[in-house]
């Protein structure tokens, strides 16, 4: 059963860069085609899509945030990454990461999910 | 973008009724590339629905979906007290994927 796991520090100060990652278990990365996807939950929002990074290579960013972030992948650790630079209190938010199905080539639904890491953008 | 809406904001059902929820777009979501989500608190969404009306492997068959184009829907047949949780949908049809807001569904 395949498992995400997201990890990183819980405060970041303004201006500075958030770094994630998320490590996958119970199968390896490179076992399928698929998208591997963050994805952020705010009270304020609700859930926004970051971006997606393709087993192929390809990545897709929310053209709200696409000048910050960069998600990279690292399989041969079963690992992908989120960076966000220059953020700022609004940046604050549960940070998920999870799998994104693919369909003819296409990102599609994101199953399974990770539970979330916390990060506080603050001085 | 397409927009979501979803109502009601609070659903107040007993145990063993039926809830229906609706998942509106701002426009037509194209293949009915339409996704539900299940979460609880502490955990990341559970998917439930994809296809607007595939279920997800183990999920039960008290969950349905239905509805095309713009209209979306999500039926829990009759509520366990596991099924106490926000619901959310999400379109994929559009490059941009975007989420509804949510509904809670709570102890009636």
């Known amino acids: 059963q395949l498992q995400l796991q997201e990890s990183g520090p819980g405060l970041v100060r303004p201006s500075e860069t958030l770094s994630l990652t998320c490590n996958v278990s119970?199968?390896?990365?490179?076992?399928?085609?698929?998208?591997w996807a963050w994805i952020r939950q705010t009270p304020g929002k609700g859930l926004e899509y970051i971006g997606s990074?393709?087993?192929?290579?390809?990545?897709y960013y929310n053209p709200s945030l696409k000048s910050r972030v960069r998600i990279s992948a690292e399989p041969s650790k079963n690992e992908f990454s989120l960076t966000v630079s220059a953020v700022t209190a609004a940046d604050t938010a549960m940070y998920f990461c999870?799998?994104?199905?693919?369909?003819?080539?296409?990102?599609?639904?994101?199953?399974?999910w990770g539970h979330g890491t916390l990060v506080t953008v603050s001085s | 973008d397409i927009v979501l809406t979803q109502s009601p904001g609070t659903l107040s059902v007993s145990p063993g009724e039926r809830a229906t929820l609706s998942c509106r777009a701002s426009?037509?979501?194209?293949?009915?590339?339409l996704a539900w989500y299940q979460q609880k608190p502490g955990q990341g969404p559970r998917l439930l629905i994809y296809?607007?009306?595939n279920r997800a492997t183990g999920i039960p068959d008290r969950f349905s979906g239905s509805g095309s184009g713009t209209d979306f829907s999500l039926t829990i047949s009759r509520l366990e007290p596991e099924d106490y949780a926000v619901y959310y949908c999400?379109?994929?049809?559009?490059?941009?994927?975007?989420f509804g807001p949510g509904t809670k569904v709570d102890f009636k």
């Open positions: 999870a799998r994104g199905v693919t369909t003819f080539g296409v990102n599609t639904w994101f199953d399974p």
């Open positions: 119970g199968d390896s990365m490179t076992s399928g085609v698929y998208y």
């Open positions: 990074k393709h087993s192929g290579g390809n990545t």
């Open positions: 426009r037509s979501v194209s293949g009915n590339s």
């Open positions: 296809g607007a009306s």
């Open positions: 999400q379109q994929y049809g559009n490059s941009l994927f975007t």
